[in-house]
Structures are given as structure tokens and as C-alpha cells.
């Protein structure tokens, strides 16, 4: 009885391994976007003076043996003519270019050098990246 029991985990563990489905580099790379609209309050009044928007986009490229995470954030208000804005100088600035690699366990690629970056966390199903472990941190893979 314990010998068919043994022999039973190890064909489930058998036919759970084999079925698991190999990622590929094209599931990985591509540009993953963000957008926030938010109010504008004037500095010295509580009036509000329009509407802004910061879209925060993730770019991810193969690189060698691993992968190359560049972030750009870009602002836009309605109530002013100046276009969208480089948020590059800005308090609010995109994180600088670091490389990672993927870890296929738990679908995350983490930074070649830790401590300095947030890990990002890829939903290979939904197409989401998470940035780090907020919930507020959801990216949407666009083509």
C-alpha cells in the first residue's frame, strides 16, 4: 500500500513538472505602463488649478545573460500649454537603468545588484508587472 501511495506522489510531482510550461524572453521584454491623473491644488490657495497626469513606463530589453530595466516618467498638466514634461530632473524622477535576471520560481527579476533595486514581480498571465510589493504598483504590459 505505502509502495502504490509513493509511487502515485512521485508520478503527480512527474506530470506537474513536465506540464509547467517554459517561459520565453518575448513574455518578458516589452514596455509596461502606469498612468496616474491626480488634482493640482494652487500653492497659496485651496483652488484647485486643473488636472495632472504622470505616465510612468517600464521598458525591459535582453541583455546577454539577463535583462536591462529602464524607466521613464514623463508629466502632463490640462491647465498650462507645455505638452508632456520629463520627469528625468524632477523630485519625482524614473529609477536609473539597472540590470536583472529572472528567476522562473517565483517569476520576478531581480536586480544583479541588491539592496540598490526594487524587484519586479511579472504576472505572465495578465501581462502586469508590480514594482516592489504595493499593490499601487501595477504596470500593464502594452504592445
Not at 29 to 36: D, F, H, I, P, Q
Not at 84 to 102: C, G, I, S, V
Request: hydrophobic residues 35%; proline residues 3%.
Amino acid at each position: 500500500m505505502t509502495r502504490q501511495i509513493f509511487l502515485l506522489i512521485v508520478l503527480i510531482i512527474l506530470f506537474h513538472a513536465c506540464s509547467k510550461k517554459e517561459v520565453t524572453q518575448e513574455q518578458i521584454v516589452g514596455r509596461y505602463v502606469k498612468e496616474v491623473e491626480f488634482e493640482v491644488p494652487h500653492l497659496f490657495t485651496d483652488r484647485k488649478l486643473g488636472m495632472g497626469k504622470i505616465r510612468d513606463t517600464i521598458f525591459i530589453f535582453r541583455k546577454q545573460n539577463g535583462y536591462e530595466i529602464v524607466n521613464n516618467k514623463w508629466r502632463q498638466n490640462d491647465y498650462d500649454t507645455l505638452g508632456w514634461q520629463n520627469l528625468q530632473l524632477e523630485d519625482n524622477h524614473p529609477m536609473p537603468t539597472y540590470r536583472a535576471t529572472f528567476d522562473p520560481t517565483d517569476s520576478t527579476l531581480n536586480p544583479e545588484l541588491s539592496g540598490l533595486f526594487l524587484s519586479l514581480k511579472i504576472d505572465l498571465v495578465k501581462n502586469r508587472l508590480q514594482k516592489g510589493k504595493s499593490e499601487r504598483n501595477v504596470y500593464v504590459k502594452v504592445n
